[in-house]
């Protein structure tokens, strides 16, 4: 049974995971920026080291691809994840996949194996979606579900255009988003969750993938003076605000179903000690692996806003995105489950509870994901951490799984 080269994956996580440090030792490659065209050059170099062809797509996405005369033309099994950070991140999230995806090409191409189709890794742009909106970019383009164009004007929070900067980096690709259609695609990647490591399991089978529902809500009351408006008579947009965050938690902590939901942003305005706040905006959260569940979720806040419209308060409600929950491919997964045996390993399905760029490319073929465990269930985090061990078993997974949808001979 052929395995990856650990020292090789391994090194390279830890050199790309070098990439990118500030003056006070934080990981910051956000999209686009120096720091990204670092880790990019870097990844390309390794792509033409291992000799794949290196194909770069106007969104910026990168592609390394083994292909033959007798295979050339086919749909390819793509691998992938992204290689863009958070602010202050860990050396796995996204890089891990990449890479992996990298040393299962090299492997097989080392084991004189020819496969049936090509085979190819994908680092697809802005997954993280810190400077730019929306995250899973870079595969929400290719698969068809935002024009090219309309992502290309993006701005980021520092007032730069997409488009421009990946020009700027010489990231800006000739080729068409979706140029290159996969068979079947792959992503390895860290749970980024508590699941696995509790449980002493080493490789989760990711079967579906929540749906996000994101929305920042406005509500605007009236401002006025902290000391000598009575209780009865004030129409605070703060108070109402920690309402709408009680009722949220509330409903989905007294749920028996998977539901969760984050106000992770929340300002006031005027935002003075002594004032009642005239305005609160904050953003909303909601994620479930079921649709009606979702939706039903929605509603719910919907109906609660709208109690606070007839209390006098003025509701704005702004969608950011929304995703349905995606199932994953069922033959993909059982081929997963089935490599995992082979390993002499334990294996449990699950649900993904962070989106991913699996989640893009199921759009457009079939699609599955592996998961390895996450010390502490902690990421976007310098904290993140995998064992040296699990990141070479995650990844010899992938090659097994790979080796059967390539069907390669000897």
Request: overall charge negative; some cysteine; aromatic content about 4%.
């Amino acid at each position: 049974m052929i395995a990856v080269d650990a020292q090789r994956l391994l090194g390279r996580i830890r050199e790309l995971g070098a990439v990118g440090r500030d003056g006070e030792g934080r990981l910051i490659r956000l999209a686009a920026s120096d720091t990204d065209k670092q880790g990019r050059d870097l990844f390309v170099g390794w792509l033409r080291q291992a000799g794949l062809d290196v194909a770069i797509d106007r969104i910026g996405n990168i592609f390394g691809i083994w292909q033959s005369a007798d295979n050339a033309g086919k749909a390819p099994v793509l691998l992938g994840s992204h290689i863009d950070t958070v602010i202050d991140a860990g050396i796995y999230d996204g890089c891990y996949g990449v890479l992996a995806g990298l040393e299962v090409i090299e492997t097989l191409k080392a084991s004189g194996l020819s496969p049936s189709r090509p085979l190819a890794v994908a680092a697809f742009t802005n997954e993280e979606g810190v400077r730019f909106s929306p995250d899973m970019m870079g595969s929400l383009v290719h698969a068809g579900g935002v024009d090219v164009e309309a992502a290309l004007a993006a701005v980021g929070t520092d007032g730069s255009t997409l488009g421009q900067e990946l020009a700027r980096i010489g990231y800006a690709g000739e080729r068409e988003p979706g140029f290159l259609k996969p068979h079947i695609y792959v992503e390895l990647h860290i749970e980024q969750g508590p699941v696995l490591e509790r449980e002493c399991i080493p490789i989760g089978a990711v079967e579906n993938l929540q749906g996000i529902s994101w929305q920042r809500i406005t509500l605007d009351g009236v401002a006025n003076h902290a000391g000598t408006t009575p209780m009865s008579m004030r129409c605070d947009a703060g108070y109402a605000a920690a309402r709408v965050v009680t009722f949220l938690h509330d409903r989905a902590a007294a749920s028996n179903s998977p539901t969760v939901v984050t106000v992770g942003t929340m300002r006031f305005e005027p935002n003075a000690i002594n004032v009642i706040p005239s305005r609160a905006v904050f953003t909303v959260d909601l994620r479930d692996p079921d649709e009606q569940r979702l939706q039903a979720q929605e509603a719910a806040l919907a109906a609660f806003l709208e109690q606070l419209v007839a209390e006098g308060i003025t509701v704005t409600v702004e969608r950011l995105a929304r995703f349905e929950p995606v199932v994953f491919d069922g033959r993909v997964v059982e081929l997963i489950e089935a490599a995992v045996r082979k390993r002499g390993l334990a294996s449990r399905r699950m649900t993904s509870g962070a989106g991913h760029d699996a989640q893009m490319i199921a759009r457009i073929a079939p699609a599955a994901m592996i998961f390895v465990p996450s010390a502490g269930g902690i990421s976007h985090s310098p904290h993140e951490h995998t064992e040296d061990a699990e990141l070479v078993a995650g990844a010899n997974i992938l090659l097994d799984v790979v080796a059967e949808l390539a069907e390669l001979k000897g």
